[in-house]
């Protein structure tokens, strides 16, 4: 068995873990490596959703009987678990979306409606970045095509960074958002947050993170970012489907305008007018996700008893592993960074001019999950030049043996291509 320094005891790690006990085609053990696109849940996650729906199940805020204020305990003390876990200044700068997309779908549509100094407009920018997933392009687009902002990118570099070399005049004067990926699902890039974001501070610009690949995989720190947005999932962190998060510092949040009208989210109503509940309930119309809220608490107490840090470590120790290894298979082009320094435990690859899709099915009858495509991020496709890549992606519990598994998974998809 390969030994690297810093790796976790995955063996025990594994046994929270019912999936990966599957066997899949014909026996063969399920080696899953497609953790960018969603993680598995452990026991005790699964246990915490269970026991909400057979014990505590309610709407939140609004009843007096016991069931109801249990169940908003459970509720608000995920946001707790958040805040800690991002060490918000606040527990009221936590919103809960059902997913990262629509958390900077919330962001861009509080601009789009804001007063100044916050409103952006036909005399504004908004800055992006070709490495984007679409979730962190589309909503832009589209409130640039609504107000008639102009919609600016860094570009790529060939090695897979962002090209920061044109910065001032990418963001400049008239920049209101700047919105970026702190590591790419694609590239496994991890970005230079703080030349980027002293940038757009020198200019007034407000700065979102879309911190997707982040939260699951390291430390994060929204007061150290200095940013004013930042956006996560909870299925990608041990958590369940259907639960997102949106962190924003409180005096945006009081300023903002609400994206979503309905029940929870308003102060007073009447026929002529409404006004409307202090952040974070301004942004949570509606019956929120109650138990998904009450898997993502459970999510953060799992990761945080092994350890944040642990978790990093053991990450980059599989990768700087991962990308010595598939350097041995021949025809094999990664797409990205080709060393594990600066870079987060999702490898994109090509293998010669099999396509991706035949390359996962391949892999898959050999039980090896992996994901194939655009991975949401067509422009970095694009901008190299391919139709698709292929995507391993690791987690706390993946280990070596799995990505031996894939490399030689990879020399039978050789093999059967001739």
């Not at 030994?3 to 063996?11: F, N, R």
């Not at 919609?151 to 060939?158: I, Q, R, V």
């Not at 939260?215 to 909870?234: K, R």
């Not at 490898?347 to 991975?375: K, M, N, W, Y």
Request: aromatic share 6%; charged share 20%.
């Amino acid at each position: 068995m390969t030994q690297l320094p810093g790796l976790l005891d995955t063996e025990a790690i594994r046994k929270d873990f019912p999936v990966l006990d599957r066997v899949v085609h014909d026996g063969k053990k399920l080696v899953y490596l497609d953790n960018a696109a969603t993680s598995q849940k452990p026991r005790q996650v699964l246990d915490a959703l269970s026991e909400y729906y057979e014990r505590y199940n309610a709407n939140v805020h609004r009843g007096v009987h016991v069931l109801a204020e249990e169940a908003t305990a459970l509720y608000e003390g995920a946001r707790d678990k958040v805040a800690a876990f991002v060490n918000a200044p606040s527990r009221d700068e936590v919103i809960f979306t059902k997913n990262a997309s629509e958390s900077l779908n919330l962001v861009a549509n509080m601009l789009g409606w804001a007063d100044e100094p916050y409103r952006v407009d036909h005399e504004t920018e908004i800055v992006i970045t070709e490495m984007e997933h679409h979730s962190n392009i589309v909503p832009w687009q589209l409130l640039a095509q609504r107000t008639g902002a102009k919609l600016k990118w860094f570009g790529l570099t060939d090695d897979g960074r962002l090209d920061l070399s044109n910065i001032d005049e990418i963001i400049t004067e008239k920049t209101k958002i700047v919105s970026f990926v702190l590591v790419s699902n694609i590239l496994g890039t991890v970005n230079p947050v703080e030349t980027i974001i002293r940038r757009a501070q020198e200019v007034g610009a407000l700065v979102c993170i879309d911190a997707s690949q982040a939260a699951p995989h390291m430390p994060l720190d929204v007061q150290a970012l200095q940013a004013d947005f930042v956006a996560f999932t909870g299925h990608k962190m041990c958590g369940p489907t259907g639960i997102g998060v949106l962190w924003g510092r409180q005096e945006l949040l009081e300023d903002l305008p609400p994206f979503l009208g309905g029940g929870e989210m308003i102060e007073t109503v009447s026929m002529h007018s409404s006004t409307y509940a202090p952040a974070p309930h301004k942004f949570e119309a509606g019956t929120p996700p109650i138990a998904q809220a009450v898997g993502l608490g459970a999510a953060i107490d799992y990761l945080q008893s092994i350890g944040m840090d642990k978790i990093l470590a053991h990450e980059h120790a599989l990768t700087e592993y991962a990308v010595r290894r598939l350097a041995e298979v021949p025809d094999l082009r990664i797409i990205g960074p080709t060393t594990a320094e600066d870079r987060g435990a999702a490898i994109s690859f090509t293998l010669g001019d099999i396509h991706p899709h035949d390359v996962g099915q391949v892999l898959d009858e050999q039980g090896i999950a992996v994901r194939v495509g655009h991975h949401c991020a067509r422009p970095v496709c694009l901008r190299y030049g391919i139709p698709a890549t292929t995507r391993a992606s690791f987690y706390l519990y993946s280990s070596p043996a799995e990505i031996d598994a894939l490399v030689d998974g990879l020399e039978h998809v050789r093999n059967f291509f001739g």
